[in-house]
């Protein structure tokens, strides 16, 4: 990759004006308070890539990396810069100078097929439920895992048995007259780490009227990669997940996890995909994408009918690929107000990002910490008895804090509640 070469980059980067104004709400400078790692930094830096004025090298990659990619600068940029798009090139243009065997194998060999991941999951919820994580940790032997992991394999406390793929059908029938063929985009943190989610969602599509098709072939959405610094891979995920996708008769494609959606919405893979032939197949796929809180309001159109109260207090997490990526934040809330009984109680700041963002909060596990701690205030002063949230990610590491400091307070998605209300067995 030449960065003189990518066309967004360098229109972006004439439109710096250098103002400063995305200093003032970015949560990794909150917390570090050195400019080197402000948004406006980073542009910098990019520049100085792009210019050949610094080295494309680790050092540089380290201080491009203490971001969380949460797209909070990009709202009040008055220029309009996504500057996480920017930083995810720079990231990919010093990884390709400086490549790593243990990411190589991690992110091209492993992460690229779900049968490995699902493997490594298992592996996981083996270790923890033999005692052996435990055990492991009470010798000190977690201590040895390279780089932040030592910490952050804490974060996967609870792994799950089975996943949803292994649970769930390739072809899941609709209860009645069907109304809709689905497509439904499993994403790798709704499948290894929150099965609940994809079973609750499954349920309250088919007793809608859908049919529910999850695909066994498609694979991650390549947010992962994009982060870090394997945009090369992420353009084979995205060219793989189009074929499956657009290969089969749909009537719509939904997700329910907030990166995922992000990562396939129009806007990204044009820009993933850029100039390679794929515009027609990527306004094929996506016109038919949906987040799956506004397809169940706005196209099924669910009601409240035959839902039983639940009685409880909810508070919600905005994602950051959700809300801000996006722009959607009213559905989520919208799907809590419609079950009878729950109270719906906003925290301060209810988009401020959790830390987590993907692998960050195992690359940087100590940053992510202090992020995290922030939002785990806001939310104690809420009393609530449920986190609700929309990502996998986000909530893996809002279990973590609930873990922490706040007795373990389950965390959940929207539709979950929804299926309990339903009548679903939690
Ligand atoms: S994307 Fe988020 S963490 Fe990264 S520079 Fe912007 S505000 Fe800061
Ligand atoms: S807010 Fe936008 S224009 Fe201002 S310094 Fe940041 S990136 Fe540049």
């Not at 959606?261 to 027609?280: C, F, H, P, T, V």
């Not at 959940?412 to 509640?417: G, N, S, Y």
Request: aromatic share 6%.
């Amino acid at each position: 990759m030449n960065l003189k070469e990518v066309p967004l980059l360098n229109e972006q980067l004439k439109k710096c004006v250098r103002c400063g104004r995305c200093r003032t709400v970015c949560p990794v400078l909150a917390e570090i308070k050195n400019e080197t790692v402000a948004p406006r930094g980073h542009i910098f830096m990019v520049q100085a890539l792009r210019d050949g004025k610094v080295k494309p090298d680790a050092q540089v990659y380290d201080r491009l990396s203490n971001c969380l990619l949460c797209e909070t600068c990009s709202g009040v940029c008055p220029s309009g810069l996504d500057i996480p798009e920017l930083n995810e090139y720079a990231r990919s243009y010093i990884y390709e100078k400086n490549p790593s065997m243990i990411k190589d194998a991690l992110f091209d060999s492993i992460w690229t097929r779900p049968s490995l991941l699902r493997a490594g999951g298992f592996f996981m919820w083996a270790a923890n439920k033999s005692g052996l994580q435990g055990f492991a940790r009470t010798l000190g032997l977690t201590k040895l895992l390279p780089g932040g992991l030592s910490k952050a394999e804490q974060i996967m406390h609870d792994p799950v048995m089975r996943t949803a793929r292994a649970t769930l059908p390739v072809i899941n029938p609709p209860r009645g007259n069907k109304k809709f063929r689905v497509g439904y985009f499993l994403g790798c943190g709704t499948d290894l780490f929150s099965p609940s989610v994809a079973i609750a969602a499954v349920e309250v599509l088919t007793s809608w009227g859908c049919e529910v098709v999850i695909p066994d072939n498609m694979k991650c959405c390549g947010l992962p990669h994009i982060a870090n610094g394997k945009i090369s891979t992420a353009q084979d995920l995205a060219i793989h997940n189009l074929k499956v996708f657009n290969d089969l008769e749909l009537d719509y494609i939904i997700t329910d996890c907030g990166s995922c959606s992000s990562a396939i919405s129009e806007k990204r893979l044009k820009m993933l995909l850029e100039n390679q032939g794929y515009d027609e197949q990527i306004e094929r796929f996506c016109s038919r994408v949906h987040d799956l809180n506004t397809f169940l309001l706005d196209i099924v159109g669910i009601d409240n009918q035959g839902l039983k109260p639940l009685n409880l207090k909810v508070t919600y997490h905005d994602p950051c690929h959700l809300a801000k990526a996006q722009g959607i934040r009213q559905a989520p809330r919208d799907i809590l107000g419609l079950i009878p009984g729950l109270e719906l109680i906003e925290m301060q700041d209810s988009d401020r990002c959790c830390g987590a963002s993907g692998t960050f909060s195992i690359t940087h596990y100590d940053l992510s910490m202090k992020i995290l701690n922030r939002k785990m205030k806001t939310i104690a002063d809420t009393g609530a008895d449920v986190i609700a949230t929309c990502c996998p990610s986000c909530t893996l590491q809002l279990k973590h804090g609930s873990n922490l400091h706040y007795n373990n307070t389950p965390v959940q998605h929207p539709v979950e509640l929804l299926a309990l209300a339903a009548g679903q067995e939690s």
